[in-house]
């Protein structure tokens, strides 16, 4: 059953809890300081430092989630149409989110939006492309 869920439900609950803990939750207009405010930093060989803040880390971690939905989009097991339906489900409750609330209003869920986005077009051209070749439309085959 958890094999049907979309992974990249993980880094949107992650941005709707850290919405929630806003002064306002949902009707905040300081998610984006909140992101945007550097946590710690990283030395790097050239001298300076790299603040790394909240919206990198849901950025990285909604790009790790995205590659192994990928992956799994190119299994052909029921568990597949399942999790393509949730990820649609997924992506429309992103896009309201992102419309109508202002805390969502961020270039960080908007990216994240867009890797669910990305996450239903491939599984369902992954799946398209598999059941055409499977079916043998396509082939040139007498």
Sequence with gaps: MFAALPLLLLPVLAYNLIALTLAGGFNSVEA?????????????????????????????????VLFIELLKSTTSRRTAIVNHALSMLLFVACLVEFLLAPAFATSTFFLLTLMVLLDVL???????VTARRDVGFGNDQV
């Design 122 to 128: 491939a599984g369902f051209i992954v799946t398209i």
């Design 32 to 64: 984006s300081i909140r992101l945007t405010e550097p946590l710690f930093g990283i030395a790097m060989t050239s001298k300076v430092e790299w603040p790394v803040n909240l919206g990198d880390i849901l950025m990285a971690a909604g790009l790790i």
